[in-house]
């Protein structure tokens, strides 16, 4: 079985500061996994996947997340967070199951940016 | 463009009514899936759907219907049965040769009157 733990329910930084959300997976086979981005009231947008090649991942605006197979762990970073980047993301892992890959997703993130 | 359409944005309950969420794609994609999103708690998946007239039970599915007699189309139905139907539904689609990556609809918030 799959699973996704996200620490946090909510993260506030600085603009222009460290954005560091992070995820940790459970998977009896190698994963798939994936940061998703949600703004209010609209539906989930993908930010970047890993799907075994390299284990830095980088994504769109600037996000990037490195896979730790040791540490179970697939963490997303922002060098400088933006205004723009307050949201709510989603972590999620999904694994071969009879070929449907359905994902599993983490409870979520609330990033919030202050001025 | 190429999309998901989910309609309509909002909808309101009465009790022991039955409502259907609408969900069309036009991206040629094989499967579809309904989730639920609550606050704190993520999304839930009800059910999905890899082929036409062929569809599974998700995590959540009690007091949920589904249909997929189009590709294009996988409509959702909350039943009477479903007794805390208060939540924001997203419908998804992915391409069987790439069907890791979801595309997400923009969403229904369903609520009860």
């Known amino acids: 079985a799959q699973s996704v733990t996200q620490l946090g329910s909510h993260v506030s930084v600085s603009e222009g500061a460290l954005v560091l959300l992070r995820c940790n997976y459970s998977?009896?086979?190698?994963?798939?996994l994936f940061w998703y981005v949600q703004y209010p009231n609209q539906g989930l947008q993908l930010l970047l996947k890993?799907?075994?090649?390299?284990?830095l991942v980088k994504g769109i605006n600037g996000f990037e997340a490195e896979f730790k197979k040791s540490e179970t762990s697939f963490h997303l970073t922002k060098p400088s967070a933006h205004m723009s980047d307050a949201a709510e993301y989603f972590c999620?892992?999904?694994?071969?199951?009879?070929?449907?890959?359905?994902?599993?997703f983490g409870r979520g993130t609330s990033l919030i940016v202050h001025p | 463009d190429g999309g998901i359409t989910q309609s309509p944005k909002y909808l309101f309950r009465k009790e022991g009514q039955n409502v259907t969420l609408s969900c069309e794609q036009n991206?040629?994609?094989?499967?579809m899936y309904w989730y639920r999103q609550d606050p704190g708690q993520g999304l839930r998946l009800i059910y999905y759907?890899?082929?036409?007239?062929?569809?599974q039970k998700g995590d959540i599915a009690e007091g949920y219907s589904v249909s997929r007699e189009k590709k294009e189309s996988f409509p959702l139905t909350v039943t009477s049965a479903q007794k805390n139907p208060t939540a924001f539904y997203l419908c998804?689609?992915?391409?069987?040769?790439?069907?890791?990556?979801?595309?997400f609809g923009s969403g229904t918030q369903l609520s009860v009157l």
């Open positions: 998977s009896s086979v190698p994963p798939y």
């Open positions: 890993y799907t075994s090649a390299a284990t």
């Open positions: 759907s890899q082929i036409v007239n062929d569809f």
């Open positions: 991206l040629n994609h094989d499967a």
């Open positions: 998804a689609s992915s391409a069987l040769d790439d069907n890791e990556k979801l595309f």
């Open positions: 999620a892992v999904s694994e071969g199951v009879g070929g449907s890959y359905i994902p599993t």
